[in-house]
């Protein structure tokens, strides 16, 4: 095995699933229901970056920038027209479930209908790379790591020294209490709302920029993005941090090994839904228990 070039593999894997899973748990962590609609978003992403960048020529930086202020527009847009009001009227996980689901839907063709569904290229970025001994890297995995590094960072700074960071704690704690002790719990949703997605968003664009943009593209990651978040314990941003590092190594080690028994690595997908079952049957919490406090 060339295990540098699978650790490798595994960083740039895993830092995807970070940015798209920590985006998930955050809003799970306060709204107690898990978003479908954040595959669509992800998508959305996508296409606005492949628009900034593509289609009007404009640096991928204003790329990013423009896709995580849409998506989170998006995101608050979700929150303020469709979940606070099902929230106020007392609609149930399912309702508030469902309710995600058909907003995927109708954001999935609604995209499917302004860019097509066929899947976009990006042409106009040549991404170098390097061949490092027996590792091959490109300057998109190593954007890729540092952003979700990054990321990480800050939103650990944010939680744990901002106001804005313990009220997110406070009201994903105990929300009437936060509500009681003067914390303005609607504002403190918007805020996760937006940034949610447009984290969601930023994944999306990266893995357009990996891969190909296309309405399904959320859907490719949405589902190891469940896994990272209930292997980290639902609504936990720390163990969603472990969890994208234990599921990156955990495909991409698969991968070598399906490929070595002489199947095809398309089975690589199942993976991460084998350590979901597992995680469901055997520690449900997920890693929840080990960073309970933060």
Request: with cysteine; proline share 2%.
């Given at each position: 095995m060339n295990w540098p070039q699978i650790l490798?593999?595994?960083?740039?894997t895993g830092s995807l699933y970070l940015i798209s899973a920590i985006s998930l748990t955050l809003v799970y962590g306060l709204a107690k229901f898990p978003n479908f609609a954040h595959a669509e978003i992800m998508s959305l992403g996508g296409f606005i970056g492949f628009w900034i960048?593509?289609?009007?020529?404009a640096p991928l930086p204003v790329a990013f920038l423009v896709a995580f202020i849409?998506?989170?527009?998006?995101?608050?847009?979700?929150?303020?027209l469709i979940?606070?009001?099902l929230s106020d009227k007392g609609a149930s996980l399912i309702h508030l479930m469902v309710a995600s689901m058909a907003l995927g839907f109708i954001l999935r063709h609604t995209e499917g209908q302004i860019w097509g569904f066929a899947p976009l290229t990006f042409q106009k970025i040549v991404w170098p790379?390097?061949?490092l001994g027996s590792v091959h890297i490109t300057l998109?995995?190593?954007?890729l790591i540092v952003t979700?590094?990054?990321?990480?960072?800050?939103?650990?700074f944010m939680m744990t020294r901002t106001k804005i960071g313990k009220a997110i704690r406070a009201t994903a704690s105990n929300p009437k209490l936060a509500l009681s002790s003067g914390i303005n719990t609607t504002r403190v949703l918007v805020i996760t709302w937006f940034v949610s997605a447009g984290l969601a968003g930023i994944a999306g664009l990266f893995r357009g920029v990996e891969t190909r943009v296309s309405p399904y593209l959320g859907w490719d990651i949405l589902l190891p993005t469940f896994a990272v978040a209930m292997l980290g314990g639902i609504g936990s941003f720390y163990g969603a941090m472990v969890a994208a590092v234990i599921i990156g190594l955990a495909e991409n080690i698969g991968v070598v090994l399906l490929a070595q028994a002489g199947l095809s690595t398309d089975y690589r997908m199942a993976i991460p839904f084998v350590i979901l079952i597992a995680v469901l049957i055997f520690r449900p919490q997920g890693l929840a228990k080990a960073f309970r406090g933060n």
């Open positions: 490798l593999n595994s960083a740039v960048s593509e289609q009007l020529g849409v998506a989170g527009l998006a995101g608050f847009l979700s929150y303020r979940f606070k009001p790379s390097w061949e998109d995995w190593i954007l979700a590094i990054c990321i990480g960072i800050a939103l650990h």
